[in-house]
Structure formats: C-alpha cells, structure tokens
C-alpha cells in the first residue's frame, strides 16, 4: 500500500532556530499534502494543504510566514517552522489523499517538536 | 459545517469484552468515512474506510458500520486485547472538491486492562 516516510520522528530546538520537516511518498506521487498540528489531548487540526508546483493553501489562523510549506515535487512536500518558540511545540503530522478515488489517506508517522 | 463527535472520550475495559466506540457527524453529505488508530506519541494507523455507498467494513476483530442518514458510525472490537490499547480517532470526508479535506472527532481513548 501507499506510504508517506515523515522525519525527523522527533526534534529539539532552541527558540528562535528554524525546524524542517520532511514527508515523503515512497512509492506514489502525491500532488497534495496536507500538514496537521496536533496538540495534547486534542485532535488533529488542519494547517496547510501544500501542492506541487503551487502555493499551499492554508488554513485560517495559520501564519503563512511561520509554517513555511513547499512541495518541491511529486514525491517530497516540506514545513518548516521558522524562528520557533515554545508554544510551537507540538506533534506535526502529514497526509496523502487517496491515490484512488475509492482509497483512504496515508499518514506520516508524525514529527515531535519541542522547543525549549 | 460539518462536525464529528466521538463518544466516548474514554474507555476502561477488562481483556475480552467486545466494546462499541461511536461517531457522529452533523452533515450526512460525505464521500467516506474512515476510523483510526493512535498510539500515544506515534502517528495514525488506517483501520477501516467506509464509502458513504456501503453500510459496514470487516477488518479482523473490528467491525465498523456507517449509517449516513443519521449521521453516525460505530466501531466494533470484539474480545480486546490490551495490546488495543491507543485513541481511536475517526473522521469523514466531504463530497466536494478534489482535495477532499478530512474533518476529526476528538477520539476515543481506549484503555484495556489485563
């Protein structure tokens, strides 16, 4: 089936640095991404749709400058958080949709963020 | 606007009782629903996918149904494990648009004890 590699599984950083997060589709070509943030005890929350070749579409509330989204090509789609700061921290996961209209979505296997 | 609600928010059973989670959404026009798995701390791992055409999916010891008249799905885990242990997290797709966008239940945290 369908499998979306995420990395890093978890991160460290110091507030202030910048954070990349990579999301591969092994062995399908997403032309969408879509980027959740999850924080505690909560669901999943819909940042960003990112397309290939295009500008991602982001959610209302989200810093387009902040989460900086880009889906250089069909395989890779990143996000990186930019000058990041505690209450970034968080579990940032990412999803491809179906390759079938039938199908379900794939998910990466989610990236810890802390930042201290 | 479509809203999931997934109830209970948690559970506590002893090993090999067969339990029922639920799901309810408020718009009954959806493309599919599909039910997840979450360990704590990991990502999410794909359970079943119900077209909104279909009334139920079999996986093993899960069954999950779908009635999108009224709004609502179940989850089915007959005799659990403890190793089922994890948040169940279910969520629908709308019928418009190519990129169809997922919309999330808070989840149920399932706790089976040995």
């Known amino acids: 089936g369908a499998v979306v590699s995420q990395h890093p599984s978890w991160v460290i950083c110091k507030s202030g640095t910048s954070v990349k997060i990579e999301c591969r589709s092994l062995d399908f070509q997403a032309t969408t991404m879509f980027w959740y943030r999850q924080f505690p005890k909560q669901s999943l929350m819909l940042m960003a749709t990112s397309n290939e070749g295009s500008k991602a579409t982001y959610e209302q509330g989200v810093e387009k400058d902040k989460f900086l989204i880009n889906h250089a090509s069909l395989t890779l789609s990143t996000l990186t958080v930019t000058s990041a700061h505690p209450e970034d921290s968080s579990f940032y996961i990412c999803s491809a949709p179906p390759r079938r209209g039938t199908g379900g979505y794939t998910f990466g296997s989610g990236t810890r963020l802390t930042v201290v | 606007k479509q809203e999931v609600t997934q109830i209970p928010a948690a559970l506590s059973v002893p090993e090999g009782e067969n339990l029922v989670l639920n799901c309810s959404f408020t718009d009954s026009a959806i493309y599919n629903l599909q039910w997840f798995r979450q360990d704590p701390g990991k990502g999410l791992t794909s359970l079943l996918l119900?077209?909104?055409s279909q009334r139920e999916q079999t996986s093993g010891r899960l069954n999950a149904s779908l009635d999108k008249s009224s709004g609502r799905s179940t989850l089915y885990i007959a005799a659990s494990q403890p190793g089922d242990s994890a948040t169940y997290l279910c969520a629908v797709s709308s019928s418009a648009g190519n990129n169809r966008k997922l919309i999330w239940g808070l989840g149920t945290s399932l706790a089976v004890n040995p």
């Open positions: 119900i077209q909104s």
